[in-house]
Structure formats: structure tokens, C-alpha cells
């Protein structure tokens, strides 16, 4: 009795330094640098593989051998970590994930990124973080929508503009091929990180993350197949390349999905507007991509921040956390 007493109040522990700022910057600041380092990846991997910018069923191709590598990743990582294979279990909730967080979200987003400049693409995906803290509010009631929130979001939106717009890539033209699928992408981003943290009261998210990874993973890489798609390179250095941008998911979704459990979902999602920005930044230093560098940058960096702090200052510190 004493023993079981005791292991609850070290879960309990666990748990709660789950959601103490500093590790919720530290952890999700990690994940926003793996996904940053996403966007010159996939540049380097294009060339690696040979696709082509409009070869739109071969970027699928490659997004899905990406993501199912991505799911076996977490399942044979956190098997050997628990000494037993983590089995497959609520298969309908690891369907609705791999439809929202991996298909619905990657599928429109290849297609549109081929029909829209990549400034547009950015700042409709940097919408996301509004929509999400708007349906996981007012969709599925998960936390109160507030004022600082939404100002908080705002600021880091402005950001997001700021680092995309050098007045080229932009104009106000509109099409459901191009900008339309880019919208559905972000929203179903949107919806996936509240169905996470509805889903993690009673389900292992770890388990959820590897296995929608994988099945959706691989739908997309047999779609993208179909379609016509091909990957032309066997060197070792492009496998090495899609092996590590694998790691990006598996690592950077599994973290996000613990902290999606244990914090709101406006907490945690408002530091996705530090993505373009580790992406501006790592672009430059992997590929030498400096024509966003400069002031626009800083002031991108500053709003975000500014963005993130107004977001979480509207709840107390209570304990060495914010609850």
C-alpha cells in the first residue's frame, strides 16, 4: 500500500516538472530547432534524390518513406527502452491521427507549396498556431479562450510576416490548388494537436506518435507512388539524409505530444512561431541562403518571444510551475 502510495506521488512529480517553464522552453525550443533544420534538409534531400520543385508525387514519396521511418523509429526506440514491444491498441484514434497529423497535413501541403511561393506558404502554415489555440478553445473546449492569448498569438504571427516578406513571393493572389491546400494543412495541423491532447488522458501518446507515424507514412509513400513519384539516388549520403530527417519527427512529434498531455495546448503551440525562424537561421548556415538575414530577422525573433511570454504570463506561478 505504502509502495503503490509512493510510485503514484513519483509519476505525480514526473508529471508536474512536465510543465515548469523552464523545461517546457527548453523541450519545445528543441523541437522548433528539429523542425527548423527541416527546411534546408529538404532542400539538400531534393538534390540528393533529384526531385524536381513541381514533381509534386515524388516529394510525397519522399514525405512518406521520411514519416514511416520516422514511426519505426519511436516504436523500436521505446520498445528496447521498455524491454517489451509497444503493440498497436486504439486503432481508430492512431487512424484519426494519421489522417489529421501526418496525411491531411503533409498531403496539401506539397501540392500547394507546388501552385503558391514558398513566402505564402509560410505565413498561411504560421496561422496555424491561431487556429489551433481556436479549436482546441472553442471546437473542444479544452482551456478559455482569453484576450492575452489571442494578443500573444498576434504578435507572433506579425513575426512570422515579417521574416517571410522582402518583397518578393507576395501578392494577392489566391487559388484552392496553391493557397487553398496550404490552408487545409494548417488546419488540420490544428486540429491534430488538440485530438493529442484529448487523446493522451487515457492512451499512450508514445505509442500513438509511432504508429500514426508509420501508417501514415506509408499511405503517403504509396500514394506518392502511384502518382507517378520516384526517388532517383541510392547514394549513402541521401539515405543518411532521409534517416536523420526521420529522427526530426520521431523525436521532435513524440516530445511535442508529452507536452501537448501535460500543458494547454495555447502553451505550447504558440512556440511554433520560432520554426521559420530556426529555418531562416539554419538555411543560412547549411546553404548559404542569406537574403532574409538581417534586421527582419531580429525583429521576427523579438515579436515571437514576445509572442510566447504574453501567451504563458497570463497564468500564475504557483510552486515553480505555471498552472
Not at 512536465?18 to 534546408?40: D, K
Request: glycine share 8%; proline share 2%; hydrophobic share 50%.
Amino acid at each position: 500500500m505504502h509502495q503503490n502510495w509512493w510510485c503514484r506521488k513519483e509519476e505525480s512529480v514526473s508529471k508536474n516538472k512536465l510543465s515548469w517553464t523552464p523545461v517546457v522552453i527548453l523541450l519545445a525550443g528543441f523541437c522548433c530547432l528539429l523542425w527548423g533544420s527541416a527546411f534546408p534538409c529538404i532542400k539538400i534531400g531534393y538534390r540528393l534524390f533529384q526531385i524536381e520543385s513541381g514533381e509534386t508525387a515524388s516529394q510525397i514519396l519522399f514525405a512518406g518513406i521520411r514519416f514511416a521511418l520516422a514511426g519505426l523509429m519511436v516504436i523500436i526506440t521505446f520498445s528496447l527502452i521498455q524491454r517489451k514491444f509497444i503493440r498497436p491498441s486504439r486503432p481508430a484514434r492512431i487512424a484519426t491521427l494519421s489522417l489529421f497529423q501526418t496525411i491531411l497535413q503533409y498531403v496539401p501541403f506539397y501540392i500547394g507549396l507546388a501552385h503558391t511561393t514558398g513566402v505564402k506558404s509560410s505565413i498561411i502554415t504560421g496561422s496555424a498556431v491561431f487556429i489551433t489555440i481556436l479549436i482546441s478553445c472553442l471546437v473542444f473546449g479544452q482551456e478559455k479562450l482569453t484576450a492575452k492569448k489571442m494578443f500573444g498569438t498576434l504578435l507572433g504571427f506579425v513575426g512570422i510576416i515579417i521574416v517571410n516578406t522582402s518583397g518578393k513571393g507576395m501578392d494577392f493572389n489566391v487559388s484552392f490548388l496553391g493557397e487553398g491546400m496550404i490552408l487545409i494543412s494548417a488546419v488540420s495541423s490544428a486540429f491534430s494537436a488538440a485530438y493529442i491532447k484529448k487523446f493522451s488522458k487515457d492512451t499512450d501518446v508514445v505509442m500513438l506518435s509511432g504508429y500514426q507515424f508509420f501508417c501514415g507514412g506509408v499511405v503517403m509513400a504509396a500514394l506518392g507512388y502511384l502518382m507517378g513519384g520516384r526517388l532517383q539516388s541510392i547514394s549513402y549520403s541521401a539515405w543518411i539524409l532521409i534517416l536523420y530527417m526521420g529522427f526530426i519527427s520521431a523525436a521532435a512529434y513524440t516530445i511535442w505530444s508529452i507536452l501537448l498531455k501535460h500543458n494547454n495546448v495555447s502553451k505550447v503551440s504558440v512556440y511554433k512561431f520560432m520554426n521559420p525562424i530556426f529555418g531562416v537561421l539554419l538555411s543560412y548556415i547549411l546553404l548559404r541562403e542569406d537574403s532574409q538575414m538581417g534586421w527582419q530577422t531580429l525583429i521576427a525573433l523579438l515579436l515571437v518571444c514576445a509572442g510566447i511570454y504574453v501567451v504563458n504570463r497570463q497564468e500564475k506561478f504557483r510552486g515553480g510551475k505555471i498552472s
